[in-house]
């Protein structure tokens, strides 16, 4: 190995050495872009406070065109050796060997490395990919059996970005938006089954937004296991997910949710006048069908019986 990180014990203190860095963090991202075989190490040996001082423009450009590359896992492997990435992502470096036999669960440096590098080639999901599992490290739990836990690391995880990591590393506005919502909702897809109800995936497509497509593509990225089955499944149920959601985008495109014949059923049944409140009431019942709390394209009698349900909320 001819590239490791000095003994700083000298007799005096010497400068930072940031160009040293530079040459390091640059050819971590060659080997993204590369391969470990195309880009030998460089001879450096690099301080903590050579690290410290890499530009954070310098540092962004650099670990971007790492994470963009083909081999973005070995490209991290390149930035642990260098040291780089116990100084400027600690919340990374402490997954190393953390799992992977110590106890019952994957090694979480290894499953990252391999969501990055499966993940689609779009540096906020390849962003969200490599932070993703940061609470892991904080939420470990074990209990009486033995089972390992990792409740609510999602969470964590998406707090420690958006107090810690989203400055030091420079994230703002959309992308730190996207970053941010693909670390906090990371499991959601997987959570789904096939007994979800229409409502239920309007529901989560609503919720999800314009990180949707996003979403998906890392949650297919996130199924690591070695076992082919379990695999097939994971991608199958997000492939199912995906589909019924673009059924019902068709589905509803081509209708509106709500049968005609509803404004007069609603005067009959409630003896109401035709006036703003009765189109006040519809609009309330479009935007329940919006946000999957009401199902769309049912009979005039479902929504009567839906109405007469809500009377006190709508004052019938």
Known sequence: MSLSVANPSVSKPSEPKPEAAIEALRWAADVGEKSRAECPAPKLELEAKDIEALPLATFREQMDRLLLGRYPDQGLDALLEAGILEVWLPEI???????????NHKDVWKHTKQVVWQSVRRLEIRWGALLHDIGKIKTRSIDEKGAVHFFAHSEVGAAMFRKR??????????????????????????????????????RFTKQM?????????????DITTK???????????????????????IEDAKSAPLPK?????????????????????KQAMEAAVEQGQLEAHQSIEFYMDWLKAHRDQFDL
Do not use: C
């Open 261 to 281: 014949g509803l404004g007069t059923a609603m005067m009959e049944t409630f003896s109401l006048p035709a006036s703003k409140r009765l189109g006040d009431i």
């Open 93 to 103: 470096s402490v997954m190393v060997g953390f799992g992977d036999g110590e106890w």
């Open 227 to 249: 076992r082919p089955e379990k695999k097939k499944r994971g991608l199958r149920q997000i492939s199912e997910l995906a589909k019924r959601i673009e059924k019902l985008r």
């Open 209 to 221: 937004g314009e990180g949707l497509d996003d979403l998906l593509n890392l949650s297919r990225a």
């Open 165 to 202: 990591l989203a400055k030091r590393l420079g994230f703002h506005g959309a992308q730190y938006k996207r970053i941010h919502f693909l670390i906090l909702h990371h499991l959601r897809a997987s959570q789904y089954d096939g007994s979800w109800t229409d409502s239920a995936v309007r």
